[in-house]
C-alpha cells in the first residue's frame, strides 16, 4: 500500500507525531502536548499515512510569502527505509502555499544529507542568530 499526503489531522494522528517529538527526537523532547498543539494550530502541518495511521509528519512555520522553517520532520521508525522522509519533502516543496519563498530555514544535528538534496545548505553563521531555552519543555511539563 502506498502512503497518501495529508494536510489534516484528526486529534489520534496529531497526538501520535507529538508522542514521537516528545519521546523520540532529541531537539522536542518532553514538549507538552498544549505546546505541541498550539504550535501545530499556528502551522502547515504535513503527514503521510497509510490505512489511516500516521507514518510521517513534519511542520512548516511560515508567513507563505517570504519566509518557512521547517521543523518537527519524524519518520516513525517503523516506516524507515520506504523513503518516506524524501516523499514528505518533495510533498511539502510542491505545496501551492509554500512556493516563490525566498528564504527556508530549518536545524539538523544528523539529517544534512537528506535536506541537501532539497537545495538547503549551510547557514550564514556571521548573519544568522537564534535565541534558544533548551530547558524549556521540562519547566512546562515537570515530571510528576
Known sequence: MTATLTTTFDEAQLRTAWRWIAEESYWGARIPWDTFSRACAGSLCFGLVEDGELLAFARVVTDQATFAWLCDVFVDDRARGRG???????????????????????????????????????ADPLRHMERVDRDIYPVLSPTT
Open 84 to 122: 518516506l522522509g524524501k516523499r514528505l519533502m518533495q510533498d511539502i516543496h510542491a505545496d501551492p502555499r509554500l512556493q516563490g519563498l525566498r528564504r527556508w530555514g530549518l536545524a539538523t544535528a544528523d539529517a544534512h544529507g537528506l535536506y541537501a538534496q532539497y537545495g538547503f545548505e549551510a
